[in-house]
């Protein structure tokens, strides 16, 4: 039996803790790999359920509150508009008009609330792309008008005595001009610089929707008729009263939703860029 001096029991201790000092050391100089970033579709999703769950409760009173202010606006146009083109463009006006209370109007202030209290840091602290909070809480929003939309659709061809034929074409109508909007009221809520700023954005943009869609475009000054064109939702509004004659001209429905469907690319990628912006400051 052999029998180990103490004085080399305790050196070999002392090279093995040294060893395991260095290892440690030279393993804290290497941070540990960091999980792959998440890709765009499976965040999309994963955004848009969590939006949906938490503003189905806040929203669906909203939701009618819109419904019941498009349906309120054709009542009231009916002592003036009798039928014709200008009844056509009251009820697709009107219809199109759900969808921008709330994806316009809502959606700037909630993304003014949401860079004003602080909640952009909890997403950027996410491994998503912007592109999916964007398009996750624009397709959310855009989602709560689907049913408006349809029963002020429905509500303003019985009033006046419209055909109910083609209402499917608003199964291209909303997403096209419901991504439009969106994108546009998250620019507006991201660059405000304050949050009552991005609700005074969001209704204007709800107020020039009203104005410049549900009114007869042959009724507004040459100008504003200019100003029209600018805005997103007027393209949904044409291609939907376009359905409403006997014989509508399908090539100029379709290069309308193109058009819509263009702009909303162009407004949903501005949406993006200002939330990169926002979430870095």
Partial sequence: MSVVPAEAETGSMRIRVARDTEAG??????????????????????????Q?????????????VATFQSVGIMVLMRGVVDG?????????????LVVA??????????FGQLRASGGLDHYATLPVPPAAVVLGAAAAYASFTVPGTFVTAVVGCVLFQLPLTHLWVLAAVVPLAGAALAGLGAALGLLAPRQELATLLGQLGMSAALLLGVLPAERLPVPISY??????????????ARTFDAHPDWPAVAL???VCGAVGVVSLAAATWAYRRAAVR
């Fill in 25 to 50: 050391a030279a393993g804290a100089s290497w941070p540990a790999p960091l999980a792959p970033r998440a890709r765009l579709l499976p965040s999309l999703a994963a955004v848009y359920r969590a």
């Fill in 52 to 64: 949906l769950s938490r503003a189905r409760v806040a929203r669906i009173p909203l939701l009618f």
């Fill in 84 to 96: 014709g083109d200008e009844a056509r463009a009251v009820v697709a006006g009107s219809s199109v």
């Fill in 101 to 110: 209370f709330v994806a316009l109007n809502l959606l700037a202030q909630y």
């Fill in 227 to 240: 100003a029209r064109d600018l805005l997103p939702s007027t393209y949904g509004v044409e291609a939907f």
């Fill in 256 to 258: 309308d939703l193109a």
